[in-house]
């Protein structure tokens, strides 16, 4: 007799983060993440190595996912993955892993496109937020990725705008390497933000057309003018870090919120969700705050365990596709550079 529950277990692993989730429907059993400290070292992710760290993590997440949701291998009822986008080296071991699961199990196996579940990890059961509804204006900020999304479906997207060079959490991980801070910086720009004066140094906002996003200008303008700086005064950075990371922030989350308010004026749509790791900024969180007031938005943000990469979002999608039968095959292969499919 089939379960009426469905069990998905959910594999990411298309970057640094090894991860396993299991999910009966749409509420997480257990998402389990191992994150990969390697990379800290050279102030960027080696993909090299995470594919390696990826074959040595892969087994024991998915040991303990199973576990923690008490949930034996042969009560699941598929096996979803992340296809792409990402590093191909990374994707290879969910991918191959996912697909040898599913044939030995003999279940279906879905394939998830990454960027589509940072989406719609916004229907995670969750008790502490909302489910938006459709249509929605959707913006994934992350270490990998930055796009403004127009969700008409679950499976109906397209995309509005989207970076031309490097993602938001590149730039801030890239200025914060220039300031002498380690990897990932972000979160450290942040916290030191908060004490600085965000107007001390004006940088300069990049022009991009439409609703495209630009990074690497403003990383080269900062790395300039911490070098004309230092030149003048050694201890500069030292002197004035924290105005320094407030300036760099202040810029980030109004090359953002310009887009975002450009994207709310051009669609007519006041429902917007935020996600990737991103979204834990304080800048861009108060920001958002202030457009709900005045603005009459309605914004989204879903736990921060589901904003990052994870395994339970890849399974909310898991469990969306099984429901209308979405399965593929063992012919199936990842995809480094994968769109957010737009039927
Ligand atoms: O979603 P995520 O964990 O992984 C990727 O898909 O990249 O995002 C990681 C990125 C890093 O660039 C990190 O510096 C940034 O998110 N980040 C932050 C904050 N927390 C994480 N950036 C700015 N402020 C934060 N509080
Ligand atoms: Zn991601």
Same mark, same amino acid.
């Given at each position: ?56 993590? #892969? ?50 196996? #879905? ?8 989406? @719609? ?32 479906? $679950? ?8 970076? @031309? ?12 390497? #220039? ?80 887009? @975002? ?52 979002? #890849? ?22 550079? $994968? ?5």
């Amino acid at each position: 007799m089939k379960n009426q529950n469905i069990y998905i277990l959910a594999i990411e692993s298309s970057c640094d983060d090894t991860s396993a989730a299991v999910m009966c429907n749409d509420s997480v059993l257990s998402n389990v993440v191992a994150t990969q400290k390697i990379h800290e070292e050279y102030g960027g992710v080696v993909p090299e190595l995470a594919s390696r760290a990826h074959q040595q993590h #892969i087994v024991p997440v998915i040991h303990q996912a199973l576990a923690k949701a008490n949930i034996d291998k042969n009560q699941l009822s598929a096996i979803a993955f992340t296809r792409g986008p990402g590093l191909l080296g990374s994707l290879l071991v969910g991918t191959s892993f996912a697909k040898s699961l599913s044939l030995g199990l003999d279940i279906p196996l #879905i394939e998830v496109n990454h960027m589509q579940a940072h989406i @719609l990890a916004h229907f995670i059961k969750d008790e502490a937020s909302t489910k938006p509804e459709f249509p929605f204006l959707a913006m994934t900020i992350s270490g990998g990725h930055t796009q403004i999304v127009l969700v008409k479906d $679950y499976f109906s997207m397209e995309i509005l705008g989207e970076t @031309l060079d490097d993602a938001v959490g590149e730039a801030f991980d890239k200025t914060a390497k #220039i300031i002498g801070l380690p990897y990932p910086g972000g979160p450290l720009v942040d916290a030191l933000a908060q004490k600085g004066n965000p107007k001390a140094f004006p940088f300069p906002i990049p022009k991009v057309k439409g609703l495209d996003f630009s990074f690497s200008g403003l990383k080269t303008s900062i790395l300039y003018f911490i070098q004309k700086q230092t030149a003048e005064q050694p201890d500069f950075v030292e002197q004035h870090k924290e105005d320094i990371c407030a300036s760099i922030q202040y810029t980030i989350v109004s090359i953002l919120m310009d887009k @975002l308010k450009k994207a709310v004026k051009q669609t007519g749509i006041k429902r917007v969700a935020i996600g990737g790791g991103v979204s834990a900024n304080s800048g861009i969180r108060a920001a958002v705050q202030k457009a709900e007031k005045e603005k009459g938005w309605t914004t989204f943000i879903p736990k921060f365990e589901y904003c990052t990469d994870n395994a339970a979002m #890849i399974g909310i999608v898991g469990f969306l596709k099984y429901r209308e039968g979405d399965f593929t095959d063992q012919s199936i292969s990842a995809k480094a550079r $994968y769109n957010i499919p737009n039927p």
